[in-house]
């Protein structure tokens, strides 16, 4: 992610869902702009037209999915760099597409552009199944949702007597009223001592006016939930396969409090295992979103919003923060408590997310496995700060300080 520069001979795409319009410019080349379609054919018309060219790069912008048919077609004949729309603004006032493929052309053989990351094609698999197994565990949650509505609007109170309405009792519950049973005195067997609730209470929650419109709809939910489980377990033994190479990668992942196999992969599948494309930790974070933005006037920083970024990647991370910090005995929960009581349990979790995407980095790029400083090293480096700060003020008096050991001899 370098800004491009000794580009001879480039091309700058404005590209659409249906057409493509490409410029191409540079030395002993005559500004050329041609339009094409985004049908296979037509895209390896515009890569003939650009190797013929001795077009060396190409740049193109970032619009939802439609630069990855250009990028397939081109991107091995052409170096070819995906740049954030936002960068690549046009003046206001001289909108077209091809006044917009000249501009993004002129930007590129003045080396004003930074290339977006682009992971290998492996990884981009793997990120495609663990984004789409994402979604589809949204769909179980969305259709567990639907059930308990229903069971409320048949009077069934399941979710204000049980903890996890889809644990081992709520499931028994559903799936006996599902094949048809009715009598409360029956579904009452399901309870156990554990439960939160007396037995007589958990009874009467069961008491309902359940209807065979009520058992069709919950039926028709159930199946959808199993029916998703059983491809999200397809896609698990998929994912097992394409993780293979890197399972020495992922056993080091899971060294980070509170990163599971399941986070590890899902680390690996959006930065992949190349950190060298990230000049260093904090540009990784600034990628990811989790990094405050500059706010700085008349030489005093105020308070900024965190960075837009991977979206996937920052949910996925502040998921792990949490687990993070639960765990017990370690730095991640000694930051999570340091930072709650003055700065919320949001700007906390981001700090402590901040942190494990730092700790991956070092480990993808070093591969070594992570060092837990535990949970007294903040206090420790606050009271090293401090016994600085003392001496700097007792010098600015004209005294030193002496410890007292020495002091004592």
């Known amino acids: ?73 081109i991107g091995n004949d052409v170096k070819l760099i995906l740049v954030n729309a936002r960068h690549i603004k046009h003046v206001p006032g001289r909108k077209t597409d091809i006044k917009d493929s000249e501009w993004i052309c002129q930007l590129l053989l003045s080396g004003l552009l930074r290339a977006s990351f682009i992971p290998p094609k492996d990884i981009r698999e793997l990120r495609d199944m663990t984004r789409y197994q994402l979604k589809l565990q949204q769909q179980i949650t969305a259709e567990k949702n639907r059930i308990i509505r229903e069971l409320e609007d048949a009077n069934i109170k399941l979710s204000s007597v049980l903890n996890d309405v889809f644990g081992s009792t709520g499931s028994k519950v559903i799936n006996a009223i599902i094949e048809g049973e009715n009598d409360p005195e029956e579904l009452v067997q399901f309870y156990h001592k554990r439960m939160k609730v007396s037995r007589n209470e958990f009874k ?60 590890a992969i899902g680390i690996i599948s959006e930065i992949g295992i190349d950190m060298s494309v990230f000049e260093n930790e904090h540009h990784l974070a600034s990628w990811a979103g989790l990094s405050p933005g500059n706010n700085e006037s008349a ?21 792990l923060a949490w687990a993070g910090s639960r765990t017990k005995n370690t730095f991640f929960r000694a930051k999570y408590d340091s930072l709650i009581r003055r700065r919320g349990k949001k700007r906390a979790l981001i700090a402590v997310g901040h942190k494990i995407l730092c700790a991956a980095y070092h480990i993808l790029s070093e591969k070594v496995p992570y060092k837990e400083v535990g949970a007294e090293y903040l206090e420790k480096r606050k009271q090293k700060n401090r016994i600085e700060k003392l001496k700097r003020e007792l010098k600015e008096f004209g005294y030193k300080a002496i410890p007292e050991d020495l002091y004592a001899a």
């Open 204 to 263: 009467e929650a069961l008491k309902g006016r359940l209807t065979e419109h009520h058992r069709f709809m919950l039926r028709q939910m159930k199946k959808r939930i199993l029916s998703i489980e059983e491809q999200m377990e397809e896609i698990d033994c998929e994912i097992d396969k394409r993780v293979a190479p890197y399972e020495n990668v992922i056993e080091l992942l899971t060294g980070i409090p509170g990163v599971k196999r399941k986070g």
């Open 1 to 73: 992610m370098e800004f491009t520069s000794d580009i001879e001979r480039g091309c700058g795409i404005d590209v659409h869902k249906d057409t493509v319009v490409a410029t191409i410019a540079g030395k002993g080349l005559k500004k050329q702009t041609k339009e094409f379609s985004t049908y296979t054919g037509s895209l390896t018309c515009l890569r003939d037209w650009l190797t013929d060219n001795g077009v060396t790069h190409a740049a193109i912008e970032s619009t939802g999915v439609y630069w990855k048919p250009v990028f397939n077609i």
């Open 299 to 319: 030489g005093k920083k105020k308070s900024a919003r965190t960075t837009s970024g991977d979206k996937y990647l920052k949910a996925l991370i502040v998921e």
